[in-house]
């Protein structure tokens, strides 16, 4: 199998989201997820539905019932495949009624999952963050702390620095042997400059030189995010849902 990285047909966006997915989560040996793949990750959704126009891929978590799963499944294997990727699933209504639990609505969580183009800009701007100049993450606790608890899950991390300081920083957040997914920030004085694009290429070559797969993947509302993606030219070729 190619690197999604190189795939230029419809026919492989399906395996490169598989591969995405086994990055987002732990899996049993039955295929189900179990916790969100990070330091610290916490449980899984409990159903995840992903579309790509070469094909749909879906998990249930680990503790579903026999009969939910069924459900779930049977459900999931009636959507059709479209091009569409920004439409809902067709039995999005009956997802939710299946995983209804008591007056609460499940939580829905959609969004977009994109692949890197084979070339990305390479800029000056973006440093390497490691232990020995972490400092510069002061103003950016969370990512101080990530150093401190969990060096390795998050390497590669690039940041760019002004005013002393990091001001955007893009590391991992989810890592396999084979793929890394990107996680991105910038502080909020600092936004609007271009320097998330920035980052989040010097990051992915980084990825790519380690011999992994960069990912990139956010949520429907998160417009700053998408911005972002459409920067860089990355590729749109999945969309998710994910329902706790």
Not at 126 to 138: A, G, H, K, V
Not at 153 to 158: G, K, N
Not at 180 to 206: F, I, K, S
Request: aromatic letters at 8%.
């Amino acid at each position: 199998m190619g690197s999604p990285d190189t795939m230029s047909s419809a026919t492989d966006d399906l395996t490169a989201h598989e591969l995405q997915v086994c990055g987002l989560y732990t899996h049993d040996v039955d295929g189900r997820i179990r916790l969100v793949n990070e330091p610290g990750g916490g449980i899984a959704p409990r159903f995840y539905f992903a579309r790509t126009s070469s094909g749909n891929l879906w998990r249930v978590r680990h503790d579903l019932p026999d009969a939910m799963v069924h459900a779930l499944e049977r459900l999931a294997g009636q959507e059709r495949v479209s091009d569409d990727l920004d439409a809902p699933p067709d039995n999005m209504a009956a997802f939710i009624a299946v995983l209804q639990d008591g007056e609460f609505a499940p939580l829905v969580k959609r969004g977009p999952a994109y692949r890197f183009p084979a070339t990305l800009p390479r800029h000056d701007e973006p440093i390497r963050i490691t232990r020995s100049n972490s400092d510069l993450l002061r103003e950016m606790p969370a990512y101080r702390r990530d150093i401190d608890e969990a060096f390795e899950e998050r390497e590669p991390r690039f940041a760019i620095v002004e005013d002393g300081i990091a001001v955007s920083i893009c590391n991992t957040v989810r890592l396999t042997d084979r793929s890394a997914e990107a996680g991105v920030d910038t502080l909020e004085g600092y936004r609007g400059r271009g320097y998330a694009p920035q980052v989040v290429a010097a990051w992915a070559h980084a990825v790519r030189a380690a011999g992994r797969i960069p990912f990139y993947s956010t949520s429907r509302d998160n417009f700053a995010s998408q911005s972002v993606a459409r920067k860089l030219g990355l590729i749109h070729y999945a969309s998710y849902v994910s329902i706790v």
